[in-house]
Structures are given as C-alpha cells and as structure tokens.
C-alpha cells in the first residue's frame, strides 16, 4: 500500500542536534521523585524511584545517544542488538498483523505513524491490514530499505526532529519506549501527533514480572545504554494515565523469536545465572534460524486512546493484578 500521508524533508542536522535531553540523573520520569542506586550493569547504575518503583539508567549526558547506540552495529553486530535484523522479517511482520487485528477490534484502519520503524516490517504488517502507513527511523540504512524493499515511507529522522502536518489516528511504539532517556517527553510528542481521541499502540518489558524476578540482575532487558527505562504495568499506566491516556486493551502478547537473536542477548550479558548457562547450553544445539515461541511472561502491551485535558482517567482492575496472555 502506498501511503499518502505527507512526510517532512530529512533534516541532517535535526539529527544530530535533537537527540533526546534526559531528566536529573536522580529523578523519575514518571512520578519526579528521587531514587537510589540500586546495582551496576556493564558500568551503569540502575536507579530505583523512591516512591513509584520505575526504574531507569543514570546516564546524564544523552547528547548523540539515539545514533551513538542505534547505528548499523545494533541491527548487524549482536550483543543486545541483533546479529541480522533483517533475517527475522517474516516474525516481525506476523507480529505486525496480530497487532493490527488487535487495534481492528477498536478502530477502523485509517493513518498510522510507527515510532522507531527500522526496516518497515511493521508498517508492511498493518499496510497489508488496510492501513495507510508512514514510519519514522534514525538508522539512515533501515530507513532505506523499509522504503526499497517493504515498499512503505519511513523518514530517517527521530521523534524529536519529526514534523508533520498530518495528525494520525494511530501512534505505535513496540519495542521502543524504554530506549527514550526522556519517556515522558516521547509520550508528549505521539500525543501531539494524534487526532483527537486517537490511540497509542505500546509493547515493552515488565520489570515486576515473575521472568524478571526470577533472572534479577541478569534478565536480559538490563541492558543500558541501549535499554534505559524498566518500566512495571503500574508505573507505565501511570506514565500515560498523566499525559492523558485511558487503557482501552492490555494483554501479554504471542510472541516467536529466531535463536541467534536468542542467543545474541544471552551472550551479550556480563552477569549470567545458572538457568542462562543452561539456556545457552541448550541454544547452541539449535540451528539461529530455527524459530521457537518466548517462554517468559516479562512482555505487556497496552492500546489506550487519547482523552480531553477533563477526561478522568482511571485503571482498570487488571492494571493492579496480573495479564492474561491471549
């Protein structure tokens, strides 16, 4: 599908000057109150909120973060990137089409803006659902081949550069989140970019799940400087509750990954548990093609829809216990 949804010319400087400026290396981001170091990762405090529990990576200086870590080597390199993006297309754009049924159930397809979009496979999913798609990436490469192989626009900008005059009924963001050093402000920027009452799409990690629990410090999501935020379902909703979003669905979505990105982040980790030895043990008797279905129950996904500045916007029950995997 070829979208008619107007882009902004790159901007090579946007680029480089409007990386994301992170809070007080003390503060939360979603509740602004002080927090404590908690333990070290690869020579980066994880901190601690006092009073919500989010926890977030103490990095001050962010200028030049998003194309310091998201360059070819997070896509081509391994470690908690990938070893080859590009070789898991078909499971990115089944997990793209599950999604767009999903948001089917709530919304008629219509413009849609998907944050972070690497090489398309997303967009190429909900294109094929109907939708009418544009992407933004600030890997220049991804970018590219979003638009000469998946056939779909994608802007090589970030989400701070972007500019549109094109409101959208629809903002994705999987996967993309806790890489933001401000997340509040990216939540600001997809609610400005929405039409009146549109709706925001999020998956990412849930740091209070028994998965995490279970790994502590070696759960593979803890992996600054490219993960930076850990968000529970709790402090999520909370993020978005206070910039105006109500919860319409939330779940813990089917998800298949390909062994060498498994492997990949598993050998990636400088502090590995027992149970990791014996995951990579036991990988390494499988074939990096080979695509199997994630054990954990540490991925959420939340669809809420943009309220007025009145709307009360309140939790569901589910919020405060647990996810039912569909």
Known sequence: MTTSIPTSPPNATALHSAAPRAPLPNR??????????????????????????????????????VEKIYGDDYFFAGGAGYRNYLSDSRLFIERAKRYAARVGQHIAPGTMLDVGAAAGFTLRGFADAGWDVLGIEPNARMAEYAQSEMHVAVEANTLEAFSSGHRFDLVTMLQVLPHFANPRAAIQRAARLLCPGGYLLIETWDRKSWTAQLFGKSWHEYSPPSVLHWFSKQSLFRLLSSEGFAVVAHGRPTRWISMGHAKSVLQSKSQVCSAQRALLAVSALLPDGLAVPYPGDDLMWMLLRLGDAQTEVTAPAAIQGGFVCD
């Open 28 to 65: 939360c981001v979603v509740c602004s109150a002080d927090s404590q170091r908690r333990f070290e990762i690869s020579g980066i405090w994880i901190r601690q909120c006092d009073s919500c529990g989010h926890q977030f990576a103490e990095i001050a200086d962010c200028e030049h973060h």
